[in-house]
């Protein structure tokens, strides 16, 4: 059984004698945290301040300020936990500034990125020259190109001097904040939200673009692109749907109480149902859960339900209900979370056998107060996607308050 790490650092800390002056108002200021993935470095941005006499940490990605759900300093241990993932930052503080390791607990065996920190930040990555190019704008991108794994996305770039922002679109979600640098003919993004940690070089050569893609230490590919303002995705709507003869869901899971709950409940009943396919490690379901506890909240009173149906990554039951409470806890989840089963979309699909497939976490189902499906939502583009995630905040409104009025 793994021991939590955080418990351990206290007991250290109470076992070793007295405890020594807390160290965490000296790491009050910016930071440049910089993870190892393996001789390529991935840079990301963290502010430690002082609120209400206590040091915090936030994580910065862009727009984005991710504010820690536990931060601790024990002597000269760190340790840092984002919100909702089973991961962690731990390390330990030197006079050159923190040395430690990213953890992540969600992965079989022992996965971990080294880190260094140091103080202070202007850029994001470093040795940067004049940029002679502009990347704002929109992207028709191809991610592994020429392998059975090709897909399509949008980059969608923001560039401000040496400073550029921006994401990627796909089929199944988008990258969220995504934050670097313009130097000469190159562009640098990175992230890490405690889930994602991500980078992005590239070369632009005229209206072309060709880059690398590393996720964490585990993942890596090529990626090209040219302008092209004029491209879309395929429609999201039409990706998953039912297959011939149905026009419902049945299904019955447990609750994070053990108890079974069914679609066909009486709560459910003569109301319009969002069901949602998701799992507590998809960072793309965290901005959906977000929106959906802000759609709930206006239309519950009117007949609005929500069901979260979870494939988590664990095979201990109890670590997966630990992770779905951290959840909920986290975005005040007010409707009720099902444990479905294991992350895959094979397995999801199987446990809904009515759907052609599940293709992405998360996966949206519209049902309205007949029981019947009318609408299958693939994927979900965040806050991170700009105006891609307002034209569907919009929409989905419009379709919800249509789907409360029939």
């Known amino acids: 059984m793994r021991v939590n790490l955080l418990t351990l650092l206290a007991l ?18 910016k930071w440049l945290f910089s993870l190892d993935l393996g001789g390529t470095i991935l840079p990301f941005n963290a502010e430690m301040i002082l609120e209400e006499d206590a040091v915090q940490f936030y994580a910065i990605n862009g727009e984005e300020r991710i504010r820690a759900d536990e931060f601790e300093v024990i002597k000269d241990s760190f340790f840092v936990r984002l919100p909702v993932f089973n991961t962690a930052l731990i390390g330990k503080i030197t006079e050159e500034g923190i040395i430690g390791s990213y953890h992540d607990y969600s992965r079989s065996g022992e996965y971990l990125i080294p880190f260094e920190a140091t103080r202070s930040f202007e850029n994001r990555f470093d040795d940067l020259s004049e940029p ?5 704008g929109k992207w028709k991108v191809l991610f592994s190109p020429g392998s059975d794994s090709e897909y399509e996305a949008i980059g969608q770039f923001q560039q401000l001097g ?17 934050e670097g640098n313009v130097s000469g003919d190159s562009l640098f993004l990175s992230c890490f939200d405690g889930s994602h940690a991500f980078l992005f070089k590239a070369r632009i050569s005229g209206d072309s673009i060709y880059g690398n893609f590393w996720s964490g230490r585990h993942w890596q590919e090529n990626w090209t692109g040219n302008r092209d303002e004029a491209f879309d995705l395929p429609d999201p709507e039409t990706l998953t749907f039912l297959k ?19 679609i066909s409940d009486s709560a459910y009943q ?9 799992g507590s490690w998809c960072p793309n379901c965290k901005d959906e859960t977000a929106y959906l ?14 069901i979260a ?19 909920v806890d986290h975005f005040n989840v007010p409707y009720k979370v099902l444990l479905a089963g294991t992350a895959s979309k094979k397995e999801a699909a199987a446990k809904l056998p009515m759907l052609n497939h599940v293709l992405s976490f998360p996966t949206s189902i519209y049902i309205d107060r007949t029981g ?12 991170g996607t700009g105006e891609y995630y307002q034209e569907f905040v919009e929409e989905t409104d419009r379709f919800v308050t249509q789907l409360l009025i029939e």
């Open 244 to 262: 011939p003869g149905y026009e419902s869901l049945d299904f019955s899971f447990q609750n994070l109480k053990g108890e079974t709950v069914s």
């Open 132 to 136: 002679t190019i502009e990347v704002t």
């Open 12 to 29: 250290t800390w109470l076992f070793s004698g007295c405890a020594e002056k807390d160290r965490s108002a000296e790491l009050v200021g």
């Open 372 to 383: 019947k499906v009318r609408k299958i939502h693939t994927g979900f583009s965040g806050p």
């Open 293 to 306: 506890v802000s759609l709930h909240e206006k239309f519950k009173d009117q007949g609005l339900e929500v």
């Open 270 to 278: 003569d109301k319009v149902v969002i069901v949602q396919i998701m």
């Open 162 to 178: 040496a400073r550029a922002t921006g994401t990627f679109l796909t089929t199944t979600g988008d990258y969220r904040y995504l």
């Open 309 to 327: 149906l979870a494939f988590e990554k664990s095979d201990n039951n109890a670590t997966n209900v630990k992770s779905l409470e951290r959840l």
